[in-house]
């Protein structure tokens, strides 16, 4: 079996797509892959820093120059170029140029079901276009990757696609994400992320408009004015990619040195950073999945969110889980019970990290593989 590999999404700044794609393809070396398969074409613009990104030695680069918007550069270049028995493309859709057996990562369908959640000013892309593409590629690929029993119901409800060819694959947390009691480093990550050794709450994502930052912001500033003695803060990491203004809102709500807000961390400093928090906040709207709640149990932290189906799934159940819709009352509260309960806290660390260790990185490459041979190994393309 050839197999190739859509790998635009391993360049630059490694968040979502691109840190699922690089924790499959890094296990594919020849002791999981065995005689079945001869060779694995990895399709990139540029060549790949192995230094910054170790793939196995058996993985093949293929440039196909020149650099182009993914888009773009997956039709004109990566479709006519792929002869293998199966393409693997991780991000949302497969080349209108396919020429041989395909399998797609569909993660979600939020933007269909859900589209009010995505307010029309925030839009930078023609969100119509996308869900023309996402849909055609469900449809037309050889079978569908995705993430949670949720995001395939999602998925076939959304955009029709038959739930026979929908192959759920959990994703899984970073092997060497481990609790570190007692570690060192820690107060010195604390006060080098919110200024003092104190207890903090974590918000690690996008701030796209259903993962409700300013909500977060307006919860902490509530649970600060009830809890004038509390000495917690609050960080927020993540690309602030619908341009709020998050200094403004942290003025408006009075909360000076208590909130800090970082773009981007690495998967070094994001393991410390779970380690030194309180607990872990993610104030969706709606998600079918989230890779982030599964490395903060992985860490052994507290989890609060929504109650969505898919964030029920990922995390077990072993969280605080807010009905919707939140509210800064509801979120607050809950930050409220995490800094006053001890017990509570160590009950969800210990049944969040023990739930989570079920799930690996080697058992999501193994199991992708295993999807990718039935693929090559389908009728018809």
């Given amino acids: ?4 590999v859509n790998g635009w999404r ?5 968040t979502g ?56 550069w997956e039709n004109l270049r990566l479709g006519p170029a792929s002869v293998d028995d199966v393409l693997f493309c991780p991000s949302y859709s497969i080349p209108l140029t396919a020429r041989r057996r ?40 050889t079978l569908v990757l995705t993430t949670t029993e949720a995001a395939r119901r999602d998925l076939t409800e959304a955009y029709g696609i038959d739930p026979a060819k929908i192959r759920v694959v959990p994703l899984a947390p970073p092997e060497d994400f481990r609790p570190l009691p007692g570690d060192p480093r820690l107060p010195g990550v604390r006060t080098g992320n919110v200024g003092a050794d104190v207890p903090f709450f974590l918000f690690v994502g996008k701030m796209t408009p259903r993962r409700n930052v300013p909500l977060l912001l307006r919860a902490f500033a509530d649970f600060k004015r009830e809890n004038p003695s509390f000495p917690h803060r609050l960080l927020v990491v993540g690309l602030n990619t619908v341009q709020l203004d998050l200094a403004a809102l942290s003025r408006e709500l009075s909360l000076g040195e208590t909130f800090a807000h970082r773009e981007y961390v690495s998967d070094e400093e994001l393991h410390l950073l779970y380690n030194a928090a309180e607990a872990f906040v993610l104030p969706y709207s709606y998600e079918a999945l989230s890779l982030t709640t599964m490395e903060a149990q992985a860490n052994g932290l507290p989890v609060i969110t929504v109650d969505a189906p898919g964030l029920r799934e990922v995390t077990g159940g072993k969280a605080i889980l807010l009905p919707p819709p939140l509210t800064a009352a509801s979120v607050c509260d809950a930050m409220t019970r995490i800094a006053t309960d001890d017990a509570l806290r160590r009950r969800l660390s210990e049944e969040g990290l023990q739930f989570v260790q079920r799930f690996g990185w080697r058992r999501t490459s193994r199991e992708t593989l295993d999807v990718l041979e039935e693929a090559a190994q389908a009728e018809s393309a």
Avoid: C
């Fill in 102 to 141: 395909t399998v797609v990562t569909l993660f979600e369908a939020t933007l269909k079901l859900h589209p009010e959640q995505f307010p029309r000013e925030h839009w930078h892309t023609l969100p119509a276009a996308y869900l023309a593409l996402y849909q055609w590629s469900g449809r037309h690929a």
């Fill in 17 to 72: 797509v691109g840190r699922y794609l690089f924790n499959v393809v890094r296990y594919w070396d020849r002791a999981l892959t065995g005689d079945r398969v001869s060779e694995i074409n990895f399709y990139t613009p540029r060549p790949v820093d192995r230094r910054d990104a170790a793939l196995p030695e058996n993985i093949r680069e293929r440039v196909l120059k020149p650099q182009a918007p993914m888009l773009v």
């Fill in 1 to 4: 079996m050839r197999i190739g």
């Fill in 10 to 14: 391993l360049h630059g700044r490694r």
